[in-house]
């Protein structure tokens, strides 16, 4: 149906997108998980909320993930390079836990984000990660999933 010309109260869910992912990667460096998800802005002056959960896993003793949210605009799918996506979240922040080697690390990352992109507008939104020792897992290929939900909300 076309809203372009309907009107809702703030805090009314526009829409609902989701994906889950089990694909795996893994880095030294920063790298996009496969917690990642794509939406088209229905309303100009919506915010996006985002709820991931990606599955990280390290391969050396005490090693923790720094995680981002990243997004970029003209495509709804993951792209490998870092530097298509932009950092938008303040709430970077480190997960894990320190102790043995080859452990799995896992942690919601929530934001609500004031996005200003206009109606019609197609976002992809990613979770990076960077080790801060040895090498990142995404997934690690062990049955594992990331997910995320974003949820278009009015303001």
């Given at each position: 149906a076309n809203m372009a010309n309907c009107t809702f109260p703030a805090g009314h869910i526009i829409q609902v997108v989701s994906n889950s992912s089990a694909g795996s990667c893994d880095s030294n460096a920063e790298y996009i998980t496969y917690c990642t998800c794509g939406i088209t802005v229905k309303k100009t002056g919506s915010k996006i909320l985002v709820i991931g959960n990606p599955q990280?896993?390290?391969?050396?003793?005490?090693?923790?993930?720094?995680?981002?949210?990243?997004?970029?605009?003209?495509?709804?799918?993951?792209?490998?390079?870092?530097?298509?996506?932009?950092?938008?979240?303040?709430?970077?922040?480190?997960?894990?836990?320190?102790?043995?080697?080859?452990t799995w690390q896992q942690g919601l990352v929530l934001?609500?984000?004031?996005?200003?992109?206009?109606?019609?507008?197609?976002i992809h939104i990613a979770i990076s990660a960077t080790p801060s020792t040895g090498s990142s897992y995404s997934?690690?290929?062990?049955?594992?999933?990331?997910?995320?939900?974003?949820?278009e909300v009015m303001q």
């Open positions: 990280l896993y390290t391969s050396s003793a005490d090693a923790l993930s720094f995680v981002r949210l990243k997004y970029k605009t003209g495509s709804l799918t993951r792209t490998t390079t870092v530097s298509d996506y932009t950092d938008f979240a303040t709430n970077e922040r480190w997960m894990g836990d320190q102790g043995d080697a080859n934001n609500l984000w004031t996005h200003g992109q206009s109606a019609d507008t197609q997934n690690n290929g062990a049955n594992a999933r990331s997910e995320m939900t974003l949820m």
